[in-house]
Nanobody
């Protein structure tokens, strides 16, 4: 059982910056990958950025050069540093991760955080 807790959302002006954090808690698990998704009203949830255990990153074209995903393995935490924010970045941002139990039968599950609101507006 894993819980994901997000923080760092808020209201920011266009061109501003925010850093989102997602901390994974629980026991007897290994993180395979963690990432961020977002969903704006009336839109489908979309991938923003993803980071695998091996350090491979994936970023949506719309955020390349502006957003950076990173992690602190010791804290089981993933971050999304957002710069040059645009109104179209406004959405609920969700943390997501794939976790495998460190004990038999080594089951893998996908978990979602509760979401944190990011609003970019002047």
């Amino acid at each position: 059982q894993v819980q994901l807790v997000e923080s760092g959302g808020g209201l920011v002006q266009p061109g501003g910056s925010l850093r989102l954090s997602c901390a994974a808690s629980g026991s007897n698990f290994r993180i395979n990958a963690m990432g961020w998704y977002r969903q704006a009203p009336g839109k489908q949830r979309e991938l923003v950025a993803r980071l695998t255990r091996g350090g491979i990153t994936t970023e949506a074209d719309s955020v390349k050069g502006r957003f950076t995903i990173s992690r602190d393995n010791a804290k089981n935490t993933v971050y999304l540093q957002m710069h040059s924010l645009k109104p179209e970045d406004t959405a609920v941002y969700y943390c997501n991760g794939d976790f495998t139990s460190s004990r038999p039968p080594y089951l893998t599950h996908n978990y979602w955080g509760q979401g944190t609101q990011v609003t970019v507006s002047s």
